[in-house]
Antibody, heavy 117, light 113 residues
Framework: EVQLVESGGGLVQPGGSLRLSCAAS????????MTWVRQAPGKGLEWVAN????????YYVDSVKGRFTISRDNAKSSLYLQMNSLRVEDTAVYYC??????????WGQGTLVTVSS | DIVMTQSPDSLAVSLGERATINCKSS????????????LAWFQQKPGQPPKLLIY???TRESGVPDRFSGSGSGTDFTLTISSLQAEDVAVYYC?????????FGQGTRLESK
């Protein structure tokens, strides 16, 4: 059974940092693109970033470029999102997702990030 | 960026009746190299992550009931639920995965009448 389990969310002040993690199991992590998608409270879905199997291709939505970094550790079947200079508008549930290329097949349950003073 | 626009924003349909949701992209998501439309549909129920229903515009994901179907090409797409069931009440999103940034429609809230 495919499992994606996010962790690392919480309350942080504006300008602060958080590192999200996603532990994957039940599929060959090394063969999949990995993606972060977020959803602000009561709002729609927003793609944040994705990374290819070898980590030599990474893409970001403009609003997080220069502040967020996506990375992966294939040996640990884990995905990460380092979030710096956090803003109030970054408040959202952050989902880890896996798929072939840019298509997302599998989703985690999400972790809530709240940016507030 | 490719902008995805869904219509309507919300929809109320009687159980057993047909539901139709439209999605329009600001530019074509049809690849000339493989003749595939890079368009997916997701279903999201309250408190749950999205679930992939349809990809390549019309291919049903494994395990998805056949009352769900997708159609369209280029810039105009449709998700149809042939006979609405109570468990289909949810928010539906289209998504283009043709180019970065990946973009979603704003969502359509489907309710039962």
């Amino acid at each position: 059974e495919v499992q994606l389990v996010e962790s690392g969310g919480g309350l942080v002040q504006p300008g602060g940092s958080l590192r999200l993690s996603c532990a994957a199991s039940g599929f060959n992590f090394n063969n999949y693109w990995m993606t972060w998608v977020r959803q602000a409270p009561g709002k729609g879905l927003e793609w944040v970033a994705n990374i290819n199997q070898d980590a030599n291709e990474r893409y970001y939505v403009d609003s997080v470029k220069g502040r967020f970094t996506i990375s992966r550790d294939n040996a640990k079947s884990s995905l990460y999102l380092q979030m710096n200079s956090l803003r109030v508008e970054d408040t959202a549930v952050y989902y880890c997702a896996a798929g072939g290329g840019f298509l997302v097949d599998y989703w985690g349950q999400g972790t809530l990030v709240t940016v507030s003073s | 960026d490719i902008v995805m626009t869904q219509s309507p924003d919300s929809l109320a349909v009687s159980l057993g009746e047909r539901a139709t949701i439209n999605c329009k992209s600001s530019q074509s998501v049809l690849s000339s190299s493989n003749n595939k439309n890079y368009l997916a549909w997701f279903q999201q129920k309250p408190g749950q992550p999205p679930k992939l229903l349809i990809y390549w515009a019309s291919t049903r994901e494994s395990g998805v009931p056949d009352r769900f179907s997708g159609s369209g090409s280029g810039t105009d797409f449709t998700l149809t639920i042939s006979s609405l069931q109570a468990e289909d009440v949810a928010v539906y999103y289209c998504q283009q995965y043709y180019s970065s940034p990946i973009t979603f429609g704003q969502g359509t809230r489907l309710e039962s009448k």
